[in-house]
């Protein structure tokens, strides 16, 4: 539970920060569809998020998307951007 606190502490996503309260309400007693209505998610959503917690702990909350890798080399990158600083 403390590091379920640490995570809604430190959220710097507000993904990640309504996934940890929706668990930390259930978890404290709260009914599913209670948070859900404080919240302004499904109760599929909470359900959803407690199951991932309990297998994964707080790591299951986080947001995995980082992006997709870049088209560009650096190199090519830095090119590109000294020619449109070169643009009027």
């Known amino acids: 539970m403390d590091r379920l606190a ?4 430190e959220a710097t996503d507000a993904r990640e920060l309504k ?3 929706s668990v ?6 709260m009914a599913t569809a ?3 209505e404080l919240l302004q998610v499904t109760p599929r959503y909470v359900r959803k998020w407690r ?5 994964e702990g707080v790591e299951g909350l ?3 998307y980082r ?7 650096v190199e090519q990158r830095q090119e590109l951007e ?3 600083g070169a643009q009027e």
């Open 34 to 36: 209670e948070v859900g």
């Open 19 to 21: 996934r940890a309260l």
């Open 67 to 73: 992006g997709s890798e870049s088209y560009l080399s």
């Open 51 to 55: 199951g991932r917690y309990e297998r």
């Open 24 to 29: 930390r309400m259930v978890l404290a007693g």
């Open 62 to 64: 986080r947001v995995r």
């Open 6 to 9: 640490r995570v809604i502490e």
């Open 82 to 84: 000294d020619w449109l």
